[in-house]
């Protein structure tokens, strides 16, 4: 079954680096998300991407972070700066449709933590 | 704004027996998923279920969906021990983009 990958899967940085957070979404699909999930609460919705742009972003998705499809099939996070609040999971997402209509496929995850 | 809420929070049962998770929201949804979490890992899609559908089944899930009363249950029948999970429900709501808003989470524990 197709999967979306995440790289690295841990993450240690110094406060005020810049973290890269990659991801190979699906192929075939066409849009692509960044979630995150700080430790014991929900899972956030950041930033969905589509044809080259951002489609949509929440209000978390600051100036600290962009995105990126450098290529064919790489899809980035990239915090500047970090701050300690920024430790938590990052999940990568993609689905074939707007509206995840067949469903959304989630990444493993990648773990960032900010000391 | 549009949230999902699960309850309970955790849930602890015995193997075999049927776990019922719940899930309420507060506005219109295209449709509502529900995925699964093992503690620390990725998340696992389980089930989509369409605003215009009321029940769905997939293996020993059963998902339905009261648009009326905006909530919907998800249901593990002969649960195992390899079923310990958070599990969340996720909206994908009307005008809301192409986003999902998470709940809060059941953890279920599922004892030997």
């Known amino acids: 079954e197709p999967e979306v990958t995440q790289t690295p899967s841990h993450q240690v940085t110094q406060m005020g680096q810049e973290v890269i957070l990659r991801c190979v979404p699906i192929s075939n699909h066409l849009y692509f998300y960044w979630y995150r999930q700080i430790l014991g609460q929900k899972v956030e919705f950041l930033v969905s991407f589509y044809n080259n742009e951002i489609s949509e972003k929440s209000e978390i998705f600051d100036d600290q972070f962009s995105v990126e499809r450098p290529d064919g099939s790489n899809f980035t996070l990239k915090i500047r700066s970090t701050k300690l609040e920024d430790s938590a999971m990052y999940f990568c997402?993609?689905?074939?449709?707007?509206?995840?209509?067949?469903?959304?496929?989630f990444g493993s995850g990648t773990r960032l933590t900010v000391v | 704004s549009q949230q999902g809420e699960e309850d309970p929070q955790a849930l602890s049962i015995q193997e075999g027996e049927n776990a019922t998770m719940n899930c309420s929201y507060k506005?219109?949804?295209?449709?509502l998923q529900w995925y699964r979490q093992n503690s620390g890992r990725g998340l696992v899609h389980l089930i989509l279920i369409r605003s215009n559908e009321r029940e769905k089944h997939s293996g020993r899930l059963r998902v339905t969906l009261d648009t009326s009363k905006k909530s919907s249950s998800l249901l593990i029948t002969a649960s195992r021990a390899a079923d310990t999970a958070s599990y969340f429900c996720?909206?994908?709501?009307?005008?809301?983009?192409?986003?999902?808003?998470f709940g809060t989470g059941t953890q279920l524990k599922v004892e030997l």
């Open positions: 996720a909206t994908d709501f009307t005008g809301g983009g192409n986003k999902l808003t």
């Open positions: 506005t219109s949804i295209n449709n």
């Open positions: 997402a993609s689905s074939a449709d707007r509206g995840g209509f067949y469903g959304y496929t």
